[in-house]
């Protein structure tokens, strides 16, 4: 890997081994090595019942009767609820619209929506107690697309809306539109010499985090609730959670178990409130874990889209116009639609320069499987189309692919449709450069000199369904745009308590945020700037816990920017309140405590020319220093409802990727040889961990071009593959090797420069494998995943 | 639900013929995925696990005789030359933790028209024996699949082992799954050269309600290579002969659309490894294997 | 029913075990060793994978009935059971419970400063180690599974191609790493093998 651009500003303490840049380990490597980390699903507590989750069997339908009087008789099983069990008036959850009912009332939405719940001595006992409830259902009829639901006679998902934007939507089976139009699309269009349009299908992903939804509900002697589980945002769980059990928000007492990877699967609850029902109805610790089948309706899904884009340019190549239609299913319920939304039409146009736009983007309310957070959110779907809009383009025009982009490529300075400047480096054409630079991989890799043909290097793989016949090779390039952390107005803000004392003779730093490690390595990261910013060699991390503020979600690309902003920032107050009680006992021996730039480093009160003034043992001795504060990135603005004009977003991230892939034409079968990657990440903090969040977030992208689909029978609106037999993501034989080319240019807003990273692979992974199938085979491919079907003309 | 542990074969016949509705496990990667995800609540489980038999092989004059319970695995390592064809077949099956755990017996007792081994042991030729307390018998692998997931056996019954002819020339076998490894067939062919009664066998898999056998294009070929005088002769066989027999191993195809893909790709897949699978064991049989046979 | 097996070297008794139960249960639920993973239940991602009587296989799909008088090593005992490879036996693994989280240590849990191992690293073996100082643990759902596949595949093929690593790995999913780190991982175990050679 390659890292190169220009220093970042960093006044203090970059000496301190285990700071900022290092590729240090994680700190929750052994445990996790050695089996012993605890993940939510291992919580385990003495008399523990087991909940159960009895789902709707059917998408829509009143629900005329739910009869539990035999479950509830059955030996074993200590609670059985539903609806009406349900303790407050607070019947309803929901990130941003309350639309969700704890249990289906009246109505099931979806296929797999939570009826009743059971708990049981054994999850046999609950299984077996849940088969024995009988729900009579009057089926309805199913609303699964744009046609069924904006249908003038459409049976409304959910009657009376009152959320805010039912107010501007132009139909209640409409979540959320953002339209932006910026110049006039249409007069620039007749200045085009050539245009070109074309619909694209986006299918539903599943996050497929191999972590199943699940934890442990501890009933407390204050008559509150101790909550394990494996959450993307605790806060936001505790603010849902508590109203639903009638309880203070300082009696459910959340603690982060172990996750098992997240992708924006656990932005919203699962089982958190059910378990804590069941618990407190039962007076027991009730463990609640679901099986991969159960996992797929338990989580929202990739928003699966419909996406309409017309694309103007003259014969010089540079890029004329933009008019697209973005339509997101989300499913029965809102979950995280709105700002879906606001994402695919903000970033619609991509990292490019086009003056003059017409942009709309719905998100639908049907009755299909909830849709809401997954890495990329909202971007990943536009950068599909928008990108295989600009390889037709450039074969239109003649140009080169790559020419084509860099010749509109984006950069600092650059005014986006929103009316937003982009104010910090934007390196796309650069990204493209070097994707481009890079040797390519050998051809016919299964060729081995007199020996058999190694199927492992060949589409299809093990199953041997060629030796080199029908084998073509195809090479293509794209690159995307997301947004990191929170837009439009939100108030994005996190938490960190710092806390510096002497211990056995020695400094220590503990770091408490509830920022939810998901795998990303943020408490590598966090004992990274506390080391640097307080020149300590030994720090903790303390379990995340809502003990401590809200350090908002684990997701957006956000939580090295705002949790390490926050981290960071409490790190300098304590520095700063150390260095007042040094000032205090030890000022008067030494004029450079008054009057020189003061670091810590090595444990030590060090002048920036290096002198020792104090050991920070001597400047502690038993006073402990703790802090704890919020902080916020700056702040955004609300797109306007008509216009989409607003400073609605606080950065932006780039990728770019280059596909080499090898398709069996015949069969329709494709192996990608290699996907090479270069991103702009501002600053790394870690370089290991930034590779790794490139690699797997390029693989996701990769399964999402060729296997990954979660398929709904458009008819009844169930799903059709819930397992993982059938829904299928990619194993290590479909993954290639993926070269990392990474860019530091500094963005002068963030902590360090820095610029999050965690999406923006997503991206342009998916494009890039499309346009090299493409490439290969010369056939048009609108939708994704590409199936050998699509491949084969059958 | 009740786990029965016979420690021989004889406790087992009993066990099945006191508990007809017991379901066999050995290897377990059928049965305790549809207990898991709780498709299936036997009355009984019967464990094979510790009869050792089950899991040893012997090679004899005309055939294999294959223990019910043994790996694929083992199949892939130990049995490459006598049965190429199952080897290759073994070795698509999902992945090494269950190649190391599955067996024939179980993909005969499921008799899922997706099971890899079917049209392996379709192409090669084999015999299932099957036995109970009321005696042994052995049923033509032609005759073992009666419908979707049901099979020959009585209720009573259980698969001891399968008798498969040893081959005498090349075989192959390919299998179309939408990932590269740990995939279901979508559709799978399996093909035998036999050179001593100069035949050609087939085997299709998950592209009819059963696996089934191309019969129209075995016959043809038969007839074709016998003509042109392409066993002796040992030439390139005729495209045209090579794209007919394509066409009728489609044209044997009873396919579905389901989620894993559409009957119009199964028929046209087949076709295609037919084709291939033809042009890979000719040129073995030609002499030229090498740089054709593929080291899956 | 009752099931008696050895564990990671110690022999395990599980009374009241459901005849449908599979071995991951057991191990998870009744024996205290969580450390194999419960991602699929269907054999389709591999992070449940153990020894059975040496072999790998996914305890998702062994019966509790059937692993009755066998050897399990799982991830908890890897670590021993490397230690005592030369010696041609699985070593003495956890006693039942010890290496499983119960509710108070994963109250007390805190991750360690990093760079610094909180415990003599002699005590991870080789693959452990270089999944660690790879980069091939994120969120480690996975990883568990992993090791005893990778672990497996290094003793009875020392040097792998990059093919042969991931044919042996293909049943193991991992859906955050992208493989590369875990490639990365298996290479640099062997590579520490040989020069220890």
Partial sequence: MGVTGSPTNIHQGTRTRGGIGESTLRPDGILKVTGEFAYSSDMWHEDMLWGHTLRSTVAHAEIVSIDTSEA??????????????????????????????????????????????????????ARRAAAKIRIDYRELPVITDEASATAPDAILVHEGRSDHHAGHVPHPNIVHRQPIVRGDADAAAARADVIVSGEYVFGMQDQAFLGPESGLAVPAEDGGVDLYVATQWLHSDLRQIAPVLGLPEDKVRMTLSGVGGAFGGREDLSMQIHACLLALRTGKPVKIVYNRFESFFGHVHRHPAKLWYEHGATRDGKLTHMKCRIVLDGGAYASASPAVVGNASSLSVGPYVIDDVDIEAIALYTNNPPCGAMRGFGAVQACFAYEAQMDKLAAELGMDPVEFRQLNAMEQGTLLPTGQVVDSPAPVAELLRRVKARP????????????????????????????????????????????????????????????????????????????????????????QIARTELGVAQVTIHPADTQVGSAGSTSASRQTYVTGGAVKHSCEAVREKVLEIGRRKFGTYHPAWATAELLLEDGKVVTDGGEVLADLADVLEDEAVDIELEWRHRPTEAFDLRTGQGNGHVQYSFAAHRAVVEVDTELGLVKVIELACAQDVGKALNPLSVEGQIQGGTTQGLGVAVMEEIIVDPKTAKVRNPSFTDYLIPTILDTPTIPVDVLELADDHAPYGLRGIGEAPTLSSTPAVLAAIRNATGLELNRTPVRPEHLTGT | MDFLRPASWEEALA?????????????????????????????????????????????????????????????????????????????????????????????????????????????????????????????????????????????????????????????????????????????????????????????????????????????????????????????????????????????????????????????????????????????????????????? | MRVNFTVNGRQQEADDVWEGESLLYVLRERMGLPGSKNACEQGECGSCTVRLDGVPV????????????????????????????????????????????????????????????????????????????????????????????????????????????????????????????????????????????
């Avoid at chain 2, 549809?34 to 094979?48: G, M, Q, T, V």
């Avoid at chain 2, 018998?137 to 009666?146: E, G, L």
């Avoid at chain 3, 290094?154 to 999913?173: F, M």
Wanted: proline fraction near 6%.
């Fill in chain 1, 72 to 125: 509830l008789a059955t030996p074993g099983v200590h609670a059985v609820l539903t609806y009406d069990d349900l303790p407050t008036s607070v019947k309803n959850y929901g990130l941003e619209i309350q639309d969700t009912p704890v249990l289906a009332h009246g109505k099931a939405r979806h296929h797999g929506e939570p009826v009743a719940l059971v708990a049981a001595d054994h999850p046999e006992t």
């Fill in chain 1, 440 to 527: 390519l991989p050998p051809e016919r890799q299964w060729e081995v000199a007199g020996e058999q043909a190694d199927v492992r290097a060949l589409p299809g793989g093990l199953s041997n369904t060629t030796h080199g016949e029908g084998v073509v090779r195809g090479i293509g390039y794209a690159v995307g745009l997301k947004n990191v952390g929170f837009s439009e107005g939100f108030d994005d803000y996190s938490t960190a308590r710092v806390r510096m004392e002497i211990v056995g003779g020695e400094p220590v730093v503990t770091v408490h945020t509830a920022m939810a490690e998901v795998g990303q390595g943020g408490v590598t990261v966090h004992a």
């Fill in chain 2, 15 to 296: 066990a099945k013929a006191e508990h007809p509705t017991a379901v066999p496990i050995a290897g377990g990667t059928d049965v305790m995925v549809e207990i898991n995800f709780d498709h299936r609540r036997p009355e009984y489980l019967l464990d094979l696990n510790r009869i050792g038999e089950l899991s040893e092989w012997e090679v004899g004059q005309e055939n294999v005789r294959l223990g019910a319970s043994v790996p694929y695995s083992h199949i892939m390592e130990h049995l490459r030359a006598e049965l190429p064809g199952l080897a290759l077949a073994s070795h698509t099956v999902a992945s090494p933790q269950i190649r190391n755990r599955g067996g024939v017996g179980g993909n005969l007792g499921t008799a899922s028209p997706a099971g890899d081994a079917h049209p392996a042991l379709l192409a090669a030729g084999a015999e299932v024996e099957a036995e109970s307390v009321r005696g042994t018998r052995m049923i033509p692998i032609d005759a073992f699949y009666t419908g979707v997931k049901r099979n020959a056996l009585e209720p009573d019954e259980l698969i001891r082992a399968v008798h498969i002819k040893k081959a005498d020339g090349p075989q192959q076998y390919s299998k179309v799954g939408t990932r590269n490894a740990m995939v279901i067939a979508v559709c799978a062919f399996g093909l035998a050269l036999h050179p001593e009664t100069r035949t050609v066998r087939t085997g299709i898999g998950s592209a009819a309600p059963t696996p089934v056998r191309a019969k129209a294009a075995e016959e043809f070929l038969n007839a074709a290579l016998e003509e042109g005088g392409f066993w002796d002769s040992r030439t390139i066989i005729t495209p045209s002969i090579a794209a007919q027999f394509a066409t009728l191993a489609a044209g044997a195809c009873n396919p579905i659309d389901d989620v894993r893909g559409t009957a119009s790709y199964r028929r046209h897949a087949v076709g295609i490894m037919a084709r291939r699978t033809l042009g890979w064991t000719w040129e073995s049989y030609r002499g030229n294997g090498r740089s054709t046979e593929g080291a899956a």
């Fill in chain 3, 58 to 197: 996914c305890s998702c799909l062994v019966a509790a009935g059937q692993v009755e008088g066998r050897e399990v090593v799982t991830v908890e005992g890897l670590a021993d059971f490397a230690a005592h490879r030369s010696e041609a036996h699985p070593g003495s693994g956890c006693a039942s419970g010890a290496c499983g989280t119960t509710l108070d240590q994963a109250r007390r849990w805190e991750a360690g400063p990093s760079g610094e191992q909180p415990r003599d690293t002699g005590e991870l073996s080789p693959i452990q180690q270089a999944f660690i100082d790879a980069g091939a643990v994120q969120c480690g759902f996975c990883t568990p599974g992993l090791l005893v596949a990778a672990d497996e595949l290094l003793e009875r093929n020392p040097e792998p191609s990059d093919a042969d690593i991931r044919e042996a790995l293909s049943g193991n999913l991992c859906r955050c790493t992208g493989y590369e780190k875990i490639l990365d991982a298996v290479r640099l175990a062997a590579a520490r093998a040989e020069e220890t050679v």
